[in-house]
């Protein structure tokens, strides 16, 4: 007989969404915490995140309202907070700027920046010589027709700030159960009451799912569906070529949603030509871990790499190597954070459209209020709650694709 255990929360998931939820509740002494995972902390989609952090909400993303821009602001501030109690996160303040190519995408998506009611405090707009000079000279003046700049941006490593959190989670006294696939949930009168392990059985009081990629694997049992997309998403490092360590994140909108930042001493960058639905790619996402579709890879080398030699003439911008991860979309593009409808003891949070790492820390506060106080004074939770879809509305990946509003 599998061997059982009894504990007072449990979180599936060890990346950034779990652990900052783990975290928060034994902030808040909700007992006994123990968080599962079928690998190691950030060795799924958390680890391949580029990590940088910004206040998005703030005329980029134009989906997302005040309610993330709260949690965005968290976030910067629990990183530094993480940093300057000794974590070796690669915590840097170097900002994030939003340039274009076009004045087309100079009035669509960069402009609102500078003029959003939510900027931050010295944001401002540049002239091509001013974005050639804030990157320390990686964009060419002659390529860009202009930049915004949010300067308060910050920069870490996503794999070296999801370890910290799995240290904080033990330090606080919490548990980290690694290489511990979770089979099935625990169930009894329309409540779950545990997990199902191939170690064994995990009773809990309360269960929460932060396990990204892997819900829809879980949650049916329940009589519920998440409705969520699957995206492969590629990050590409290139070979270190004397990109300065200060240079800001650099988004481009209108190269197809380019970002790229300095990773030690070269660039690490990525866009739409490196993305595609996981229904598109059979056999990319196995059993745990993160996928591997090289042919995403080709098509950004062949769409992208002319277009970033333009942009960027002076550093090597080939492939070094990749990451791939595997970021949940929703149909409006907020996350799922709440209660299973329906069904007690249960709670769920993913959904992170490509944005958990900015908004895992204020999303594990929020959903410990929701665990232990039903709702939160702090922020609304109401956007992120998993019945504002109706049942059967979303029956299939393809089904949430169709709805998402187009991004910036």
């Known amino acids: 007989m599998a061997d059982r255990a009894q504990t007072d929360i449990v979180v599936v998931g060890a990346g950034v969404l779990g652990l900052s939820v783990a975290c928060h509740l034994l902030d808040r002494n909700a007992g006994r915490v123990v968080v599962v995972d079928a690998d190691t902390p950030a060795a799924g989609t958390s680890g391949a995140g580029a990590g940088f952090v910004g206040l998005w909400a703030a005329g980029y993303a134009d989906f997302f309202t005040d309610g993330e821009l709260t949690l965005e602001q968290y976030g910067i501030d629990y990183y530094r907070d993480l940093a300057e109690h000794g974590a070796s996160i690669d915590h840097r303040v170097n900002g994030n700027l939003y340039a274009a ?126 409705p969520l997309m699957r995206v492969v998403a590629t990050r590409v490092i290139s070979p270190p070529s004397g990109v300065g360590a200060d240079m800001p994140t650099v988004m481009v909108p209108d190269l197809y949603g380019l970002w790229l930042r300095e990773h030690r001493g070269g660039l690490t960058y990525g866009n739409g030509d490196g993305y595609a639905p996981l229904f598109e790619l059979d056999g990319a996402l196995g059993e745990g871990g993160r996928p591997h579709a090289g042919q995403l890879v ?31 979309m929703t149909p409006d593009r907020r996350f799922l954070a709440g209660p299973v409808p329906g069904v007690r003891g249960v709670h769920v949070v993913t959904g992170d459209n490509e944005a958990g790492v900015t908004h895992g820390p204020g999303l594990g506060r929020m959903m410990a209020d929701l665990i232990l106080d039903g709702g939160s004074t702090w922020i609304d939770p109401a956007d992120y709650r998993l019945d504002r879809f109706a049942p059967g509305t979303f029956p299939t990946e393809r089904s949430v694709l169709a709805a998402m509003p187009a991004r910036r």
């Open 298 to 328: 080709e098509r950004l080398a062949e769409l992208l790499s002319p277009r970033l030699r333009k942009l960027v003439p002076a550093h090597d911008t080939s492939v070094g190597w990749w990451l791939q991860g595997v970021p949940c």
């Open 101 to 226: 190519t076009t004045e087309d995408g100079w009035r669509r998506w960069v402009e609102p920046v500078v003029g959003h009611a939510s900027a931050p405090p010295g944001t401002r707009g540049l002239s091509p010589r001013e974005t050639a000079e804030a990157t320390g000279g990686v964009l060419s003046a002659e390529s860009v027709v202009g930049a915004a700049l949010h300067p308060g941006g910050i920069q870490i490593s996503a794999g070296r700030a999801t370890r910290a959190l799995a240290d904080r989670l033990v330090a606080g006294g919490g548990v980290l159960r690694t290489h511990t696939r979770v089979t099935g949930l625990l169930t009894s009168d329309r409540a779950v009451t545990g997990v199902r392990t191939a170690a064994g059985d995990i009773t809990a009081k309360s269960v929460v799912l932060a396990c990204g990629a892997w819900t829809n694997a879980l949650v049916p049992a329940l009589g519920y569906r998440a």
